[in-house]
């Protein structure tokens, strides 16, 4: 919070304050949530020599799951932002026997914004970013939680579309809708953890969200 209320960095001129939807030469601290998002999976067809994509689940605000979101970023110019976020998740899942469970995990994602419409209170935006993040798997059978925990690596790449509505010279709302493609690594069948490429694709996905925020720019 007092890097949020923080008066003026050091590194701006005070003489020549920012303007509704400047951002050159700006800090930006960032929180955003997942207003909705949708998950498939897609899954190889050997017999006919291609691939079907699985509706995994959909949700809204927190329901089907919930992600929360935070980074940094930084002003090159008023066209370009390029910084990093971090991400936290929790969301329901079945396993291919139909048991139900839970999966949490994270992730870390740089990112590129290119930047419109310079100077005005409105900035729409382009964004690309890649990243890795993590998963682990707590499965619900037989009435009970089982002891053993599915962990999984998740490589990434991701696009975006969407707006910087600042409300302030320092504080915009922003609205996004991504999607993302990811690897899902897990490990090999009673591989040691020691083990030098312990970790297989098993599948790969495709995640869209309408993301929703508020930025602090400094």
Do not use: C
């Amino acid at each position: 919070m007092l890097v949020w209320l923080a008066a003026a960095p050091p590194w701006q001129d005070p003489a020549r304050p920012p303007v509704d939807g400047d951002t050159a030469n700006r800090l930006r601290l960032f929180f955003d949530l997942e207003a909705i998002h949708w998950r498939g999976q897609i899954v190889a067809l050997p017999d006919q020599n291609a691939f079907k994509l699985k509706n995994s689940t959909f949700g809204v605000f927190g329901y089907h799951g919930a992600a929360l979101g935070f980074g940094l970023g930084w002003g090159l110019g008023e066209y370009f932002v390029v910084g990093a976020r971090g991400e936290f998740a929790v969301y329901p899942d079945r396993d291919t026997q139909g048991n139900s469970g839970i999966v949490r995990g994270g992730s870390f994602q740089p990112f590129a914004e290119i930047l419109f419409a310079r100077m005005q209170h409105v900035r729409p935006f382009a964004l690309v970013r890649a990243g890795i993040g993590g998963a682990a798997a707590f499965r619900h059978k037989g009435g009970e939680w089982e002891g053993t925990v599915g962990r999984s690596v998740v490589p990434s790449l991701g696009v975006g579309l969407g707006t910087h509505a600042f409300i302030s010279e320092d504080i915009s709302f922003d609205v996004l809708v991504t999607l993302d493609y990811r690897w899902n690594l897990r490990p090999r069948p009673g591989a040691p953890v020691e083990t030098v490429g312990r970790w297989q694709l098993t599948d790969t996905s495709l995640k869209a969200a309408l993301v929703v925020g508020i930025s602090r720019w400094f």
